[in-house]
């Protein structure tokens, strides 16, 4: 039973337009939202944060969104740029219970098109 | 910055071979992770520790153990590797805050 959804396994977004990535959840107890930046070779390095009690994250050139009713988030950058070219991950946890454990999407992979 | 290591970037065994994986971490973080990622499968957690000589299985533990003596260091042992434990792993450390933190990965190829 897969808790943590991405459902497109691939985009392709022209350079300087805006990427939207998907992650859909099951689980309503999840209240700590990561995602994840992951080119080849290398491990996944962290990209950006939200917790429940917010719907919306912004660092930079990356925003993550929260709809806790739809069970649903996205993350969007804004430019897109070719070095964003990547494998991206969301990641969903019940912090509060202390399981220390993240559940992690399919990934969906990023090609920026110059 | 916190530093997570891994033994190798990549290695090559034979099927039947006994594997390890070492992880050290320079935080001071008490939880540990091992994760497996597969294309089309995302990460799979596969053993945690969240203190020394704690193990805890992940969703995939088959044909892995773990082992964990100092706060710093979490090896995955594989006892007797097979062509389907190809694959990328990667180790991971959870602080205070919530965000976890990845080593570069290991490419282990099982011939």
């Known amino acids: 039973d897969q808790q943590v959804k991405q459902n497109s396994p691939s985009l392709s977004v022209q350079e300087g337009r805006i990427s939207i990535l998907n992650c859909d959840y099951t689980n309503s107890m999840f209240d700590y939202f990561l995602w994840y930046k992951k080119y080849p070779a290398e491990g996944p390095t962290f990209l950006i944060s939200i917790s429940s009690i917010k719907d919306k994250n912004e660092d930079g050139r990356f925003t993550v969104f929260l709809n806790k009713s739809a069970k649903h988030l996205s993350l969007h950058i804004v430019p897109s740029q070719p070095g964003d070219s990547a494998v991206y991950f969301c990641a969903a946890s019940d912090v509060t219970s202390g399981t220390y454990k993240y559940i992690f999407g399919t990934g969906t992979r990023l090609k920026v098109l110059a | 910055d916190v530093k997570v290591t891994q033994s190798s970037r990549y290695l090559v065994k034979r099927t039947g071979e006994k594997v390890f994986l070492e992880c050290v971490q320079d935080m001071d973080h008490e939880n540990m992770f091992w994760y497996r990622q597969d294309p089309g499968l995302g990460l799979r957690l596969i053993y945690f520790?969240?203190?020394?000589?704690?193990?805890e299985k992940g969703d995939i533990p088959e044909g892995y153990s773990v082992s964990r003596e100092k706060k710093e260091r979490f090896s995955l042992i594989l006892e007797s590797a097979s062509t389907n434990q190809t694959s990328m792993y990667l180790c991971?450390?959870?602080?205070?805050?919530?965000?976890?933190?990845f080593g570069p990965g290991t490419r282990l190829t099982v011939t």
């Open positions: 520790s969240y203190d020394v000589k704690m193990k």
């Open positions: 991971a450390t959870w602080g205070n805050s919530y965000e976890q933190y």
